[in-house]
């Protein structure tokens, strides 16, 4: 129990700080509604995030790998909790987007870092679990934070809830800074420049070309992630517009999707003994298509909630196990310029697939999402495929007795 003292601090700072994301983002989104009246105005909220996640991941990695990553989360959480407050006070919209921008830049650093923080901390015989209860408590924010922001749209206003996030950022802060410091300081005095990034570029191709499979088996992880987002961005308008549900119904859809996941994620916490990261990566890309199919073939609510709760359910396994591949094979003193690399070219996926699905939706809705699922489909044949190849078999091997196998 000792081991997890600290695991279960940053699960418990990481837990209140997603809850409060979640309340922050349906408080702005009502916010910038209520003052523009324009559905327009409130969709530049999301495209703000894959753009600033783009322009950050230029060169958020070679940061990242070179400073105290726990002094880091805990001035991201501070500066974050700053910001937020501030947005309560805010009247131009221009400033307000401006600080939504800096803010997402905030975000990104954070998730990065805090995965490198949380390998460095972590044991690697933990590592699974600690990865499953994350997703866990990640997904009871998910069915948590709207359920939190709506109690507090009744008693309050949005202006409210943002307070409380920002309150939410700051115990997390607290939390944080109790952790122990695992950073170790380089004797090398770095200056950061243009070429310092390059070189970090030029470092990270080598790594991506000497462990080619390693490279391509997280790469396949980003491309789920940017057809996802393009599925995503569907979702809404299918459901309403084709399946004809009204915004109660759908929400009730949402909320079976956080209970799929947080069904799957509670899977991978208690049987973490007897699933490997191999299993839950061919289980997870297989599946999470198929619930997306399942779905886009609907034709009644049950049908709908059905595909809805296997697509989640079975992320919740991808991201335990690809997470659990990057922070085995990875080396932590890389791993942030490597995961930036990728979420350059994941972040642009997700521009490029998301203008190009909401350009052919508006021919059809429904032939748009189908033909995106079936190539999300194949995608995810292609994962299994490489890596059920037995010649890479020790890259998933493990220390426990028990194990399960997609195919043996």
Known sequence: MSNWKYPGLLLLGVGVSNIGAWVYFIALNLIVLERTGSAFAVSVLYILLPISALLTSLWSGSVIDRINQRRLLVLLDVSRAALVFSLTLIDSLFVLYMLVFILN???TLFETSSLIYMTKLV???N????NALKNFIQSAGFILGPSIAGFLFLIGSPKTAIVLNAGALLFSAIL???LPNVHITSKEKTTFSLRLILADWKETLVF???RRYIAVVYAFYALMIVLMSGLDSLEASFATIVLQMDESTYGFLVSIAGVGIICGSAVNAIFTRRLTPRFLIQFGALMTPIGYLIFASSTSFLTAAIGFFLLTFAL???????MTFAQTHIPVELMGRFLSSIHV???????????????YAETSIRLTYTVASVGFLIVGGFIVFI???????HYFTTETDETITLSS
């Open 105 to 107: 830049i905030g975000n």
């Open 123 to 125: 044991p690697e015989n």
């Open 127 to 130: 590592r699974q679990r600690f």
């Open 176 to 178: 944080l800074s109790f």
């Open 208 to 210: 991506a070309r000497t």
């Open 316 to 322: 919740a396994f991808a991201n335990t196990g690809f």
């Open 345 to 359: 070219v994941q972040s642009t996926g997700v521009i490029l697939l998301t203008a190009l699905i909401g350009f």
């Open 387 to 393: 890596v059920q190849d037995r010649t890479k078999r």
